[in-house]
């Protein structure tokens, strides 16, 4: 079995859960609610689906460019907040959003399931100049993807 089979499972059963929930939502919610980062719920989502196509990239960078990798870091240093102003995510359709966010992270299971077992060491290096494997870049999403969802969960609940 997959080292990361226990993530990818996970992963696919919270998108099955909140694909229903996210699409349910008013323009007013999605618009509107603002966590401490003063993200709406639209901002939050498109986040990510930037985490989920960064990660994508970085995966499959790290099986076959020099190892350490120097790979833009996207999440720190403010990039993401970028990211979300950038594409404005504040504007995309809530619908083609929500199933962007799900099939992001469908492909990305995907690729996490070809990983090279053989290249889970290798490291990346992020904007803090500290190294990363991609065993535990792997390992970390599910962390950060619950992260996210429960903001929104605690938006929700305000």
Known sequence: MNTFETNNREIVRLLKEWEPKLLTLSEETIGNKRNTQNRSIKQIVGHMVDSAS??????????????PLIFPDYANL?????????????????E??????????IHLVHVIRNVNPEKLENEWISAQNKKISLKSMILDYLRHLQL???EIEELLNQ
């Open 54 to 67: 960064n990660n994508t990239h970085r995966i499959v960078h790290l099986q076959y460019q020099p190892n």
């Open 78 to 94: 403010g990039n993401n907040d970028r990211w979300i102003v950038i594409q404005n995510y504040q504007a995309e359709n809530w």
């Open 96 to 105: 083609d959003l929500v199933q962007l966010w799900k099939y992001s992270n």
């Open 148 to 150: 996210h969802l429960l």
